[in-house]
T-cell receptor
């Protein structure tokens, strides 16, 4: 099925550990996004990539890095995880906002 | 600075009733206003959207009302059903390639049977 695939679905990290969240889309979209979802805070933009080779910071980029590996893949890296990064992370892709965003099913990350 | 403010945070409606969720935005350059629906354990999905050149858009039981001068828009769910129980997010952006949606904080809707 066409869509956005995120891996892993669940992860528990210890404070200070690093990890990379993977995201891949097969819809040939130019733009890809990483959001985090926290209770009462909605969806907050971490980073986005308007096209292959470009990335831009969103509202809450501190503590994260991203890589747009190619047109299909956009990864999010936590270099030194902190408990404040406990969240559900969503990747999305789109050609243009009014074409609709396609979201992945999310990665639930717990940092202890 | 919160660019899109959404209320209420949670809402309980009887089956058959009308659910109303409100949003306000600050950036007058925004020209695209979608609503996304999210079920537990799933990613959000586009529900309905509006542009500022119209004041209302209806799709089935879902209607967006838009007030450009007040910089506000709202989602109305008519004849609410238990299957509508979900989290709803309003959003806004400048509709061009390379921009990103700014989401509100979400409203959790529960429709009681």
């Amino acid at each position: 099925n066409a869509g956005v695939t995120q891996t892993p679905k669940f992860q528990v990290l210890k404070t200070g550990q690093s990890m990379t969240l993977q995201c891949a889309q097969d819809m040939n979209h130019n733009s890809m996004y990483w959001y985090r979802q926290d209770p009462g805070m909605g969806l907050r933009l971490i980073y986005y990539s308007a096209s292959e080779g470009t990335t831009d910071k969103g509202e809450v980029p501190n503590g994260y890095n991203v890589s747009r590996l190619n047109k299909r893949e956009f990864s999010l890296r936590l270099e030194s995880a902190a408990p404040s990064q406990t969240s559900v992370y969503f990747c999305a892709s789109s050609e243009k906002p009014d074409y609709g965003y396609t979201f992945g099913s999310g990665t639930r990350l717990t940092v202890v | 600075q919160q660019q899109v403010k959404q209320s209420p945070q949670s809402l309980i409606v009887q089956k058959g009733g009308i659910s109303i969720i409100n949003c306000a935005y600050e950036n007058t350059a925004f020209d695209y206003f979608p609503w996304y629906q999210q079920f537990p354990g799933k990613g959000p999905a586009l529900l309905i959207a509006i542009r500022p050149d119209v004041s209302e858009k209806k799709e089935g039981r879902f209607t967006i009302s838009f007030n450009k001068s007040a910089k506000q828009f709202s989602l109305h769910i008519m004849d609410s059903q238990p299957g509508d129980s979900a989290t709803y997010f309003c959003a806004a952006t400048i509709n061009q390639a390379g921009t990103a949606l700014i989401f509100g904080k979400g409203t959790t809707l529960s429709v009681s049977s």
